[in-house]
């Protein structure tokens, strides 16, 4: 019996000495410290990456969901929000880690996959692009109100009776009046004109600055409008000169300001040389929500 107690001991000393030379893992600081509801806390942290990583899945058409991914839980009521297509009948949108997936309710059969990123993404930019659409609009009627129309290049006797002659200096062609040309007669979303560039000479005024010259001496003439309006310099100088006829002008752009709506407009004055004989013609130019500077009076 002695023997017996004297093993137990021995026994028990070496057990006791071993856990004693081997090694204790250290929790982390922040978890040796925390408190009960702290710990709470880290644990929820791990179940929500746990659950992260479980959703991390790469979901082809075809395939066929797990149960525990079809869940209310998963379930994207936001598919309008983002441009989704509305879901066929016994089908759903589900956000499963990067994807948004159109899957059976029935059976989780996947019939569409597309990228969360690049969804909302595009969805961004179809929200910025409406904005942009109708801030245009906006635009578009606050000219109506103050100018009375849009002008586009029906309103200009230049193109009305050039457009099918020569053009030595490009005004039609070029960069001057070209953005204009493209969309004269195609009325593009319902737009007579779209451009970032251009001079339309509509109304009196125009007609009186134009109609003593040939269409050789306003392809000059239109030059040098778009090229003295857009250069936006006060008190600038620009003249022009047919070297076929002689003929020659000058363009005086006297100064810049904003109307009351925030258009930006120009005064000018025009001369014109023919037979040797000036004649002048006074003006204001405004650009329009097209781009286009229309010469308005």
């Known amino acids: 019996m002695k023997k017996l107690i004297l093993s137990a001991t021995a026994l028990t000393f070496l057990a006791s000495s071993v856990a004693t030379a081997m090694p204790v893992a250290k929790a982390h600081p922040a978890v040796q410290n925390a408190t009960l509801s702290q710990l709470v806390q880290y644990r929820g942290d791990d179940r929500r990456d746990y659950d992260r990583r479980r959703d991390d899945h790469d979901f082809k058409r075809g395939d066929r969901l797990p149960r525990g991914l079809r869940d209310k839980h998963h379930v994207y009521y936001g598919w309008r929000e983002s441009n989704l297509p509305r879901p066929p009948r016994g089908y759903q949108w589900l956000m499963i880690g990067d994807q948004y997936v159109l899957a059976s309710i029935f059976n989780g059969?996947?019939?569409e996959?597309?990228?969360?990123?690049?969804?909302e993404r595009r969805a961004d930019r179809e929200e910025r692009r409406a904005r942009r659409e109708y801030s245009?609009?906006?635009r578009e009627a606050q000219w109506r109100a103050r100018y009375a129309r849009q002008y586009n290049l029906n309103d200009d006797q230049y193109y009305r009776e050039c457009s099918r002659k020569p053009d030595p200096a490009g005004a039609l062609v070029g960069a001057v009046i070209g953005g204009l040309l493209g969309n004269a007669a195609g009325n593009?979303?319902?737009?007579t004109t779209t451009t970032i560039v251009g001079v339309v000479a509509g109304g009196a005024i125009g007609a009186a600055l134009t109609s003593k010259l040939d269409c050789n001496d306003r392809s000059y003439a239109y030059k040098t409008y778009t090229t003295g309006f857009n250069a936006g310099k006060a008190n600038a100088y620009?003249?022009?000169r047919n070297p076929q006829s002689g003929t020659r002008g000058q363009l005086h752009v006297l100064d810049y300001y904003e109307d009351e709506d925030n258009f930006n407009c120009t005064v000018y004055s025009q001369k014109i040389w023919i037979d040797g004989r000036p004649q002048e013609a006074r003006g204001r130019a405004c650009q329009q929500p097209?781009?286009?500077?229309a010469i308005i009076d």
Not at 290 to 293: F, H, K, R
């Open 238 to 240: 620009y003249d022009w």
């Open 136 to 138: 245009r609009a906006e």
């Open 109 to 111: 059969r996947v019939r």
């Open 113 to 119: 996959v597309r990228d969360v990123e690049r969804v």
């Open 290 to 293: 097209d781009g286009a500077w």
């Open 188 to 191: 593009r979303r319902n737009e």
